[in-house]
């Protein structure tokens, strides 16, 4: 095969992990592949905000008395609601359309 039409090697792939551009995440919706869907209970919520602490997707968003979920990126792992101490949050399954 000619050089001419040689496919790049490795060497010519970028590094992976690297972020050439800030913010580009949000770009990305990771959270439209889960089966399940965490749901909160307000009235059982104390705003402890451990589940926000535990999320590992960073989709727990802080309001003033209780948390809600951003669906755009959660993955549906249930963290938040095995870790919630007085189980305001439930896994429900995901509804598709």
């Known amino acids: 095969m000619s050089k001419d039409r040689a496919k790049p090697g490795w060497r010519s792939l970028p590094i992976g992990g690297t ?3 800030a913010g580009s ?12 869907r965490p749901v909160v209970d307000e009235k059982k919520c104390t705003n402890c905000l451990i589940c926000w602490i ?4 960073g989709s727990i968003r802080r309001k003033e008395k209780h948390v809600e979920i ?3 990126f959660c993955k549906g792992c249930g963290i938040c609601a095995t870790e919630c101490p ?3 949050i439930s896994m429900m399954e995901e509804a598709r359309q």
């Not at 995440?25 to 399940?36: E, H, L, V």
């Not at 535990?54 to 997707?57: F, I, K, L, S």
């Open 19 to 21: 972020i050439v551009e």
């Open 25 to 36: 995440s949000t770009k990305y919706k990771t959270g439209d592949w889960r089966t399940f």
């Open 54 to 57: 535990y999320c590992p997707d």
């Open 70 to 72: 951003d669906y755009d």
């Open 86 to 88: 007085v189980k305001a």
